[in-house]
């Protein structure tokens, strides 16, 4: 929990009950008027039964859905980022729409593209009515989100991937949650605020006006409590032994100081799958690391790994 969500008017806000009713996600921001603290629906997000998060995360979720405000996460490669939005739409029901961000991407794909050469070629070879416009209106997602009756939840996914124009040029519709179709003259405002959650794997520096309008966490590692519980989400019948093993070894791996691409929550869960699929015994991975394909991705970290010596290996024996 952020340390001064934790107190508020001298008052600490740590338990399970004031976190329910919303007073502990609200008191982020003292800029909130106090009648709005009232009307605030309860927090809604806890995490599901196939993502857990650690308490932080499920405050700053909470609090940007209670701000309506875009939430920007971010945090290292296989953190759990991109999942976090689908949990976020189960948990709260709602349904999502994803914008996986290109580098190529425009902001105004996300909302529309008319079809001109759709248009044009119903007006040259069929017999069909061209003089409604809208017919050639194709929404992306961020369109589709504000077109919705109901709430949604939707992913901006690697908006970093995109040049810096990109997150500016969303500023007002992000604001607004509203936007113009210039070609048929239409504004169109989202009924219900959807959930925004947008990514970044800090490629590029957003711009400040952008960050000023979100709500930010970065998802900090899972300890190791944590992630003993992720890891069983993926594989509930683990052995303990298996598990505890493979931690000690995926800790102290991430903490070489030689290896430069850390393996991850995602890399962690392949390799303790692929060595239970080929049934390795626990007491080899004492002097070897197995499938360590699947946790470093980089030659030279395999080569930095190679390089240290067979006593640090069995340094880190349980
Ligand atoms: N908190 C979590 N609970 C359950 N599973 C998790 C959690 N965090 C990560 N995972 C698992 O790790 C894998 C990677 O997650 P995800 O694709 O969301 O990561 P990411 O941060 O978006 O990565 P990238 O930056 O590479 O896109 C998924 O299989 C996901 O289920
Ligand atoms: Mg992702």
Redesign the pocket.
């Known amino acids: 929990m952020f340390p001064w969500l934790a107190e508020r008017d001298g008052q600490r806000y740590d338990d399970e009950a004031s976190r329910r009713d919303g007073r502990c996600a609200a008191s982020i921001d003292a800029r909130v008027p106090r009648g709005m603290l009232r009307t605030m629906a309860p927090t809604t997000f806890d995490?599901t039964a196939?993502?857990?998060?650690a308490p932080e995360l499920r405050d700053a979720v909470n609090v940007a859905i209670d701000l309506e405000k875009p939430l920007l996460i971010k945090?290292?490669?296989?953190?759990?980022?991109?999942?976090?939005a689908e949990?976020v739409a189960e948990s709260i029901g709602a349904p999502l729409f994803v914008w996986n961000v290109k580098s190529t991407s425009k902001a105004r794909d996300g909302l529309y593209l008319y079809d001109t050469v759709a248009r044009l070629n119903d007006a040259r070879f069929n017999d069909r009515d061209i003089r409604d416009i809208r017919q050639y209106i194709k929404y992306g997602p961020l369109g589709r989100a504000l077109l919705s009756d109901e709430r949604v939840v939707l992913l901006i996914?690697?908006i970093d991937k995109a040049d810096m124009e990109f997150p500016n040029d969303l500023l007002h519709e992000l604001d607004r949650m509203s936007f113009s179709v210039d070609e048929t003259g239409e504004t169109i405002t989202a009924k219900k605020r959807p959930v925004v959650i947008i990514?970044s794997?800090n490629e590029k520096e957003l711009p400040d006006a952008f960050l000023r309008r979100c709500v930010f966490h970065f998802?900090a590692f899972?300890d190791e409590e944590?992630m003993k519980d992720?890891v069983r989400?993926?594989q509930p019948d683990v052995e303990d032994k298996l598990l505890s093993s493979c931690l000690v070894r995926f800790y102290w791996l991430r903490k070489q100081p030689d290896i430069k691409k850390r393996p991850?929550?995602?890399e962690l869960?392949d390799w303790i799958a692929a060595l239970r699929r080929a049934g390795i015994p626990v007491e080899r991975l004492e002097g070897e690391m197995p499938f360590v394909g699947l946790l470093l991705k980089k030659e030279a970290d395999v080569e930095a790994l190679v390089n240290v010596k067979t006593g640090k290996l069995r340094s880190i024996r349980q």
């Open positions: 995490g196939g993502y857990l998060v945090g290292e490669p296989g953190t759990g980022k991109t999942r976090l949990a996914d690697e990514t794997n998802i899972p944590l992720i989400v993926h991850s929550t995602s869960i």
